[in-house]
């Protein structure tokens, strides 16, 4: 056995890490290899601000400044980086900044946590930390930066609540477009002001646009920083760089502290990960099981961080990172000669969209070579521009060139095992040679390449016959190619059509792919190696012109397809209506107030879940999942995960001493599968242990095996085989026989909605405390619907439920996610709890989240629509399927709601929709933001487009023609009143300039044959109540203190929607006291019972009438004292009442009146008001590559008397942006045989900062007073998020532009979401006609449309 796993099993040997936190020294003697310095930081030193969102690099939660020294150049070098990718045992001798370091509200804020909190940029605040802290490390590069500097600072962060916007608000105060004073002198035209002013000449008193205050904002003073540690920078400067080793239970880390000793060790550990960022390594461990014993650590090898500038080129040491690379060849692209630096910007392009920029600080260009990922973003180039590698060993050094024999196999390459890379020389360009690179993807931000490539022509002198070509893919094999065949075609070849012709035909040819081929798109990637070449085409054509070659000229209205893609910073508008004049300052209601945790979220010391601090006999749970989607289950081993290291005990079906039946309505699941399982995910059985880690190494050794049977895992497989639930719903009214035949034209159709992904930043958590006496158990559950854990955790334990306590702080995010699907994990963990008599924690990885928490319905509807010439829509008849997955769940209601929702603003007479729940083996489908909604409406959007394309007609008259008006009434016969769509449409119409822009988007689009612009106008009428009547109440409990202080606890959690924000303002308007002395603690089921989850939008309408119940009641009790002494305190009252005996303590109550539909009859009111709202949004497509740019979005929504401008608009912004990934970008892959293969951010993408309309104006509708609901206000969560579809339908108007170019018109079929393939596939032309899709039912996809 060698010396060091020796060292290693008995523990010893190890260095002292030594860094610093926050400027206090750490010494750890004990360091641990596969620890992340993101678990160091939460478990060992409790600063639980830094967050976990996603342990892969992809969301930014947990975003932490790492500082060094580089004795070298004498400089400080700040970085933000992913703490969950760091690697603990790399940060010997670096500082690290937490966002506890930096202020906090009880000592003092920094204003990067002040400024996004008062702009509103923080709703749940679970990203918050980690944006700021990105915010924070620019700011110590770069004091004042520029607008696209904090752009690409959050490359690598994503937020799922704020919409990104409010970020970008508060943060663009300290930037040069800022303005000078950070807006402090906007009472005298400070440059701030512009920009905000309003819009159409809409200048009344009371409209306000501003919600918030830069002029209170903190100076941002560069000299008040956190230093550098003296201490470590004398540390550093005493110690030359030594060698060090680190043993932890499965592996070693050495560092060599010279060349030499890293070719010693590599010779003598040739299977020896290297690490340098630790970003795909890092990966490997974490989600592949991979165990590496012996980790060699080169960062700081001198040779390997080199830069050296040759007459051939820059050579760059392997471990030089990205970004260093990137500001390297920035600085070279300014001082060369242009020819000589047309491969240095092709790599510059391909690093601008190289995920975020904390993956950039740390990732290694040797990292990125030597990973061998076929969708590398470099390796086309490096390949295309035939790269120089050195490779040494212990007996010495060899070049080699990257070129088609590198790369030998995936992740495979010809380096040896005992070989290392030393560096990679980027050669400068030659004259008459031409370097282009591409890549594209489905999001622009932080993503992984779809197809990638690279290309590289080289011309005889002063001519465009081809001397040299090469062009590179990335995506379209195993490893990085060279279209070796195509490029050798056309050497000799002038550049002009026939070489365009002839390279698209033998690119078609040579870049196949396998119809099953991993990763889908096969039809789009192949059409895209074609579109990128035609880019690269026209390109080279302008460049040649350039230099004077007679080459064909480009058509100027194909010059759009050679812009390189530069973001626009965005800018936007906010109007709401200001509160009256007079009004006291005390009384907040209507005021844009912030939201009451956001200063805490912002500074990490509001508590989360997870943040509640160890127990001292805390263990950890994971979970034992299944691996198939249908199969009885034969055996379950566990004998060798209960031998394995800190293991407490394994929990299966039998160990449940209550029942097993659970579910949220019916109780057709079961807490642990014991029987069968229904779905990949299906929860087995658990294993508790001391660590996180131990428990979850010890589930994967839980053997489990399997008979498996057919699985159902598409809608129309059900519909194939009739898996249905049951009641299939029906709502009908009218005569439909008599509509169709009223009708001059039937058209019929359909479409399928994917799914979606809750992406809640802070994935489910449990931590379950048993109390010791009476079966008692405390849970703190990070849920939506308190009282339902509750409930199902008392069943599962068998004890009533007055022993179980459920209590919730606040979610970092919930969207429907935590309403029902919470009580799965907390069920499971309240068993171990109970069975070890010891606190268990578990808080899913996103992988497991994912995988096992189900999410928004995939729907599928058909429809058949009846019409008159004139556009009038006489008859419909629309049945609807949603993948309800492996269990009922709340999916009745969900369809119910899509029902109540299919013909969203128009008036149909004669109208049927039926709707289907398809049983299939998924995991179970659930509540997602609109609950249904979306989806029915999106359908009906479709039909009324369908009409529209089929006549001729303008897509937005058809729809104004067919909107509903006061009093008519929907297809269950509700009646509208106080109707105020038609309000929205108009205002939305006139805000947006729909006229102006309408003419100028055809004329654009006269002029472009590449990009297309589109154009949509959309309304949404979403109705407000639980359709399930009985939820429709609420309850409060307020306690007033002897000292003045109020408690105030209501029904409704905290997920980031600012509902306790929202109910300390009804209770200050009430009580008449300011906010300041209201104080909420949490939700809990021991305080206010039998809660409805926090869902439908109507937390404030439902609380908030409950919290007024309980405060009037309370100010009734103390007005005798008010009168008795009117110019006393508010104390005083209090105490004068207290000594009187009087009862300081209330409930108040609330239940929505006049409720209660029934299906059989259709009648009986379903919905206590409606939520109105339009949209109007403009597109760009390229249509070459199927993106998309989101030019502009006009929102006008009725909100009622907003009872917090600020909050509401964050709402709208907030569903707005949720809606535009539902309908554009985020996308579940499923294997035919039910296997989720999108886990993570990496593969599924939510909308990112660069997302974003370049212009936004969201409007609440003025004088639009609700008299159903708390202080004339209206319900705001759910209803904007469908507003996003007018993005989908702008770009179906852009890609009939685009079909119009090759003759095709009229209705044609997009399914949602319109991803850049589908939008690509769509714009058919010459070349997606060379890429014909495979005959379906001849393979095997590699994922399924569920
Ligand atoms: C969130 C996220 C986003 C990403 N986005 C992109 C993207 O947009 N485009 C893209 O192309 N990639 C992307 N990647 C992949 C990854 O970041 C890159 O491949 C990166 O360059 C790897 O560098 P590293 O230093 O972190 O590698 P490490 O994880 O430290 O090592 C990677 C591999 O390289 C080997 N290695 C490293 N240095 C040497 C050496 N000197 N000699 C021999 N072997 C060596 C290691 O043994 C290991 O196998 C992304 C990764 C993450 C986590
Ligand atoms: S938790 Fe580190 S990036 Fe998501
Ligand atoms: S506030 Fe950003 S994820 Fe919730």
Redesign the pocket.
Known sequence: MDATVADMQNGSGSDELVFFVNGKKVVERYADPEMTLLIYLRRKLGLTGTKLGCA???CGACTVMISRYEPNTQKLIHQAVNAC?APLCSLHLVAVVTVEGIGSVARKLHPVQERIAKAHGSQCGFCTPGIVMSMYALLRNKPTPRMSDVEEAFHGNLCRCTGYRPILEGYKTFTVEGGCCGGRGRENGCCMTSGKDFENGDTDDDRASSLFNPGEFVPLDPTQEVIFPPELMSLIKGQRLCSLRFHGERATWLQPNSLQEFLRLKWEHPNA???????????EVKFKNMVYPVILA?AYIPE?NTVTHTDEGIVFG??CT?SHMGAVLRQAVETLPPHKIEVFLAVLEQLR????LQ?RN???????V??A?P????NPVFMAARCKLTLMDKDGARVVRMDEGFFTGYRKTI?RPQE???SIEIPHSRKNQFVSAFKQSPRRE????TVTAAMSVTFAPGTDVVEELSLGYGGMAATTVLAKRTADRLLGRRWGEELLQEACSSLAGEMTLDPSAPGSMVTYRRTLTLSLFYKFYLTVLQKLRKQGVMVDEVRPDCLSATEIYHPQTPSSVQVYQAVPQGRSLDDTVGRPMMHLSALKQATGEAVYCDDVPLYENELYLALVTSSKAHANILSIDASAAEQMPGVACCVFAADIPGSNATGPVQYDETVLADKQVTCVGHIIGAVVADTQLHAQRAAKAVKIQYEELKPIVTIQEAIATQSFYQPIRTIQKGDLEAGFKQADHILEGEMHMGGQEHFYLETNVTLAVPRGEDGEMELFVSTQSASKSQSLVAKALGVPANRVVIRVKRMGGGFGGKESRTTILSTVVAVAANRLKRPVRCMLDRDEDMLITGGRHPFYGKYKVGFLSSGKVVALDVSYYSNTGNSMDLSLSVMERALFHMENSYSVANVRGRGFLCRTNLASNTAFRGFGGPQGMLVSENWVTDVAQSLGMPAEEVRRLNLYMEGDSTPYNQVLDRFTLDRCWDECLARSGYKERRASIELYNRQNRWTKRGLAIVPTKFGISFTAVFLNQAGALVHIYTDGSVLLTHGGTEMGQGLHTKMVQVASRVLGIPCSKIHISETSTNTVPNTSPTAASASSDLNGAAVQNACETLAQRLEPYRTKNPKGLWEDWVRAAYFDRVNLSANGFYKTPDLGYDFASNSGRVFNYYSYGVSCSEVEVDCLTGAHKNLSTTVVMDVGHSLNPAIDIGQVEGAFMQGLGLFTLEELHYSPRGVLLTRGP?SYKIPAFGDIPTHLTVSLLRDAPNDKAIFASKAVGEPPLFLAASIFFAIKDAISAARAESGLSGPFRLDSPASAERIRNACADQFTKLCPPAEPGTFTPWSVQV
Request: hydrophobic letters at 55%; zero cysteines.
């Open positions: 892969e690099g992809g990718l990960r290297v690490v340098v960022g630790n970003t795909e390594v890092g990966i080169p390997l392997a471990a990205l969209w190289f995920a975020g993956i740390v990732a290694a260009v040797g990292g990125n030597m990973t990922s969708i590398s973003d470099l380096v290392v890379l030393v932080d993503d992984i390449s990496g």
